[in-house]
Each structure stands twice: as C-alpha cells, then as structure tokens.
C-alpha cells in the first residue's frame, strides 16, 4: 500500500524567501510527526498532531516555523524568511496513534532543503 | 524521557549474528524499548519493541534484561542490506493515545562486511 509520501523531495531556496514542505501520511493514521535530520545526526522532533490539532509544538527552533493540518490528513511545515542553518532534511511520519501499544511510526522519504 | 547509551559503531562479517546493546539504566517500569533503523538514504523504519519480555519477529529479535536496565538488539544472520544506523528508544507507556515523537539519540552505525 501507499507509505507516507513527502513533496517536493529537494528544495533549493533563496535566504528569506518562504518554503512550503508537504507530507502526505498513510490514510487513516491519526498521528502525523514533523522530524529534522542533519547530516550524520539522528532526526530531532519539531512537532506532531493529533487528527487536526497540534500537540507538541516544542520542538519549533523559533517562530519561522510553523505547521498545520487542516483535515486531520496532509499537512504543511511552512518556514518563513528562510535562513542557511536552516538547510537540512525534513521528515514526516505517521502513525495510527489511538491506544496502539507499540505507536509504530513509518516515515516518509523526506524533503531536502537547501538555503543558498 | 529517559536516555539510552549506544556504541557509536559497530562492524560484523556478513551471514554472522550481530548483537547490539543498548544501556538505560534509568529506564522506569511504563517505558517500552524501541528499536529503528536507517538505512542510508532513508528514513527511519521500525524494528522492533518489548517491555519485559524477550521478542522475535521477522526482522530481528529483542533481548531485555531481568533489571531492564540494557537490552540486545539481535540480527540473527547480518546481511550487506543491513548496514544502517540502529536507534534504541525508550517510549513511555500511554493507554490514552498517540505515544508522542520519538527521541533519536546517535544510535550505532553498523558496517556489513562481505
């Protein structure tokens, strides 16, 4: 079946221009997660949702970043005013989330984003 | 969250067992240990999960300690597809829904020698 998909799958912006990054979970999972990886580092958590409504935004490094996901499915990791340390891969999950014990998440193939 | 020590990296000869451990020691008794992977390329994929008892599925198996206090990843036969970084977890245990992000430490990198 389909995994979780993310576009576009490379980005090369401009500083201070605004980027747009989409995931697209599997169908059904409740829980979607946003995770940035920088090269030879694990992923770091920067938010996650519940259906539609944001749990945990407390891993946001500042207020360019935002996200959302407006029907409980696809949602959008906007960064505003784009800056160079902002260059990494950006990944989504999803998980079916509910009482389910294990709570796997399956991940997407990421988003590269480049800031020159 | 309580944290997890691994070996920075590890190497195994193809077609031989891997065993890679994993220390928390402040592990509490509501936090399940996770395992994922990734791949080069990829990103992170499940392995497996246990809470007290030892576990096996398709993948690999878990071996947990009597004072849960470490744990062995298990990869019964290494093959060169293998080779990946390897993240233990710990996630805390949730009846009332989503379990929340998971938190990646550096994980083990294993290298699969042909």
């Known amino acids: 079946g389909a995994g979780v998909s993310q576009s576009p799958r490379y980005k090369v912006t401009k500083r201070g221009q605004d980027v747009a990054l989409r995931c697209d979970p599997i169908s059904g999972h409740v829980s979607l997660y946003w995770y940035r990886q920088a090269l030879g580092q694990g992923p770091e958590f920067l938010t996650y949702?519940?259906?539609?409504?944001?749990?945990?935004k407390s891993g946001l490094p500042n207020d360019r970043f935002s996200a959302e996901r407006p029907e409980g499915s696809i949602s959008t990791l906007t960064i505003q005013r784009t800056e160079q340390r902002d260059s990494a891969m950006y990944r989504c999950?999803?998980?079916?989330?509910?009482?389910?014990?294990?709570?796997?998440?399956?991940f997407g193939p990421g988003t590269r984003l480049t800031v020159l | 969250d309580a944290k997890t020590t691994q070996p920075n990296s590890m190497e195994s000869n193809e077609e031989e067992p891997v065993h890679l451990p994993c220390n928390h020691s402040?592990?509490?008794?509501?936090?399940?240990i996770h395992w994922y992977r990734q791949l080069p390329s990829q990103g992170p994929e499940y392995v497996i999960h246990g809470l007290t008892s030892n576990v096996n599925n398709r993948m690999a198996s878990l071996a947990i300690a009597e004072d849960r206090k470490s744990s062995t990843l298990i990869l019964h036969r290494a093959t060169l597809r293998d080779a990946a970084v390897y993240y233990c977890?710990?996630?805390?245990?949730?009846?009332?829904?989503?379990?929340?992000?998971?938190?990646f430490g550096k994980g083990t990198k294993l290298s699969v020698k042909p």
């Open positions: 402040t592990i509490s008794g509501t936090d399940y």
């Open positions: 999950a999803s998980s079916l989330g509910g009482a389910a014990q294990g709570d796997t998440q399956y």
């Open positions: 977890i710990l996630r805390e245990r949730n009846y009332g829904g989503s379990q929340g992000n998971l938190i």
């Open positions: 949702f519940n259906y539609e409504a944001q749990q945990d």
